[in-house]
């Protein structure tokens, strides 16, 4: 693909998406799988079962301290490469209606895109993304030399 080809559809892509907001759930797929066109790499591959080496809603069993184990899901995982937690915000200056409004005045703040809020709520992701790469990577059967 050309350089500009490439151009004109990153910018396409950018116009596509950046008016979307407050709607995680229903985006995070369609616009990974459409970054990955941009970006000239494979989708992600249909699913099969629970597990998978790149796949969208990777179940993962996770080790609580106290030795009890609870079965999360990760966003979009890629083995040995990546686990990405999808998480989407709004802009202040665009009100978004919304059929499950935030339950308090606290949590709509945090959604807004670059707010103290949002910054306090994108942290606790990161601390839980590092901690499903710790349980997939219990679960891997190891190598043996």
Not at 16 to 28: D, F, K, T
Not at 29 to 57: H, K, N
Not at 116 to 127: K, S, T
């Amino acid at each position: 693909m050309t350089l500009d080809k490439t151009a004109a559809l990153a910018e396409a892509f950018v116009a596509r998406w950046e008016g979307a907001g407050s709607a995680e759930r229903a985006n995070y797929q369609l616009f990974l799988a459409e970054l990955c066109d941009v970006l000239g790499v494979p989708r992600p591959e249909p699913a099969t079962g629970s597990a998978g080496p790149y796949r969208f809603e990777r179940g993962v069993t996770h080790y609580e301290a106290d030795g009890s184990t609870s079965n999360r899901r990760i966003d979009l995982y890629r083995q040995d490469c990546f686990v990405l937690e999808a998480k989407q915000g709004g802009d202040a200056a665009v009100p978004q209606a919304s059929l499950f409004p935030a339950p308090n005045e606290a949590l709509a703040r945090a959604q807004i895109r670059n707010s103290p809020g949002w910054a306090r709520h994108m942290l606790p992701p990161r601390d839980k993304r590092k901690g499903m790469c710790a349980s997939c990577r219990r679960a891997r059967p190891r190598r043996r030399s």
